[in-house]
C-alpha cells in the first residue's frame, strides 16, 4: 500500500522523521497475502507513542554517568535518551544515504533500503557526515573525525538566500533592506557571543547538560562558516550542480553564475555599512 490506511498524529516524530520510518519498518515487515506490515499496522506511531512518553525521555533511568560499558544482562546503559537516539540516528542515516546513494532512504529503492538496514544490523556503516552539535556529541563519545569539510577545498552552499529574479527585479527594495538586516545580525552574532548564546539558548529551550556543545558550536559557526560579507560561492554552484547532474544531465552545461546575483550585496558592502559594523 502507498500510504498508511490509518492516520495518526504524531507526538515526538517529524514528518521526516516519520516518513523514514515508515520506509524503514515496511522493510522489516512487508504487507504480504497473510496480513499488514508494520507501516500499515501503525507501528512507526507506536513508536512515536513510546518516544514521546516516559520510556522516551528515560523518565526512570539514571543518567549521571559514569558512561561504561555494561554487559547484555544490564540493559541500556547510555547518556542518550531514547528519543535522541532516534532523531540523531535517522539524521545521520539520511545523510549516509545522501553520500552513498544521491538521495533520503524514504527515497531508494527497495533492494537499496534492504542492503543499508542489513549494513546497520551488522556493522557495515563505518562512518557518516555529521553536522553540529552532533558531531561534538559524537567526538565525546569516543568517535574520531576523520575529515573537517571546514578545512577542505570542498566548496558547497550553506547560510544561502534564494529568490526568484523576477521578485528581485519587483522588490529590490525590500529585499535590499532584508539583506542588510542579514549582514547586520551576523556581525551582531560574531561580535557578541554571550548575548548571541543566550538567544540562542532560549530560542531552542537548550538545557543545561547541552550548554557545552552550543558554546562550541557558535565557536565553529563565528569563526569558520559566518563570513562577514556573504557573498554566494560559485564553486559552491558548481559542486550542486554535479550532484544535481546525477538525476538531471541538463545541470552538466548550466551557468554557475546564472544562479547567482551578488549586486544586492555588493550595493550594500559599497555604501561602507559593512565596514562600520566591524569598527571597534
Known sequence: ????????????????????????VERLIPTDELGP????????????????GVWGMHGRNYR???????????????????????????REINDYCRSQHGKLFEHLPAATRDE??????KGGVDGAVM??????????????????MAETDIYYLHTMIASTRSYLKTNRDSAVRFLRGFVEGIAY????????????????????????NLERSYDLLASKYY?????????????????????????????????????LLREIEQSGLIKSLYRK
Open 37 to 52: 506490515g508494520a507501516k500499515d499496522a501503525g507501528v512507526t506511531c507506536y513508536i512515536d507513542r513510546q518516544l514521546s
Open 189 to 212: 552574532f560574531k561580535q557578541n557571543k554571550k548575548e548571541s548564546m543566550e538567544i540562542v539558548r532560549k530560542k531552542l529551550r537548550i538545557n543545561a547538560d547541552q550548554e557545552r
Open 64 to 90: 549521571s554517568g559514569p558512561w561504561l560499558e555494561g554487559t547484555p544482562e544490564q540493559g541500556y546503559q547510555s547518556r542518550f535518551t531514547p528519543q535522541e537516539v532516534y532523531r540523531i540516528a535517522i
Open 131 to 148: 553536522t553540529i552539535p552532533f558531531v561534538f556529541i559524537a567526538e565525546d563519545r569516543g568517535f574520531r573525525v576523520l575529515v573537517d
Open 1 to 24: 500500500m502507498a500510504e498508511s490506511a490509518v492516520l495518526h498524529a504524531y507526538a515526538y516524530l517529524t514528518g521526516a522523521e516519520v516518513r523514514f520510518l515508515d520506509a524503514a
Open 116 to 121: 543499508v538496514l542489513k549494513a546497520l544490523e
Open 227 to 263: 563570513e562577514a560579507i556573504p557573498y554566494p560561492s560559485l564553486r559552491g554552484v558548481e559542486t550542486v550542480l554535479g550532484l544535481v547532474e546525477k538525476d538531471n544531465p541538463k545541470a552538466k552545461e548550466a551557468d554557475p553564475k546564472s544562479f547567482v546575483d551578488d549586486s
